[in-house]
């Protein structure tokens, strides 16, 4: 079993930043892909920023520029790192990890979520 860990969610005003953290624990062998989702109010889940074990990244046309996703391999965490932050950027946001345990088995994990809103 992998569990996903999410925090530093919070309440911003708009054009602050904020730093979300998934820490991944349990017996993992590689971790292909990192991603980020958020899901606001009556809105269906979407994929705000992805990166994989090569280190390419991919993020929706609404953070280009402002966000930034990494990871630090040695403590199995991705981070997202959330710049002038508007207030469409509220919702809450998901962590999802993908990849190996030790035992060769595929793993897709999903954070708790942890909300974010940006006031104006």
């Known amino acids: 079993q992998v569990q996903l860990v999410e925090s530093g969610g919070g309440l911003v005003q708009a054009g602050g930043s904020l730093r979300l953290s998934c820490a991944a624990s349990?017996?993992?062998?590689?971790?292909?892909?990192m991603a980020w989702y958020r899901q606001a109010p009556g809105k269906q889940r979407e994929l705000v920023a992805t990166?994989?074990?090569?280190?390419?990244?991919n993020y929706a046309d609404s953070v280009k520029g402002r966000f930034t996703i990494s990871r630090d391999n040695a403590k199995n965490t991705v981070f997202l790192q959330m710049n002038s932050l508007k207030p469409e950027d509220t919702a809450v946001y998901y962590c999802?990890?993908?990849?190996?345990?030790?035992?060769?088995?595929?793993?897709?994990?999903w954070g708790q979520g942890t909300q974010v809103t940006v006031s104006s």
């Open positions: 999802n990890l993908a990849g190996y345990r030790m035992s060769l088995n595929w793993f897709d994990s």
């Open positions: 349990g017996s993992i062998r590689s971790i292909n892909t």
């Open positions: 990166l994989t074990s090569g280190g390419n990244t």
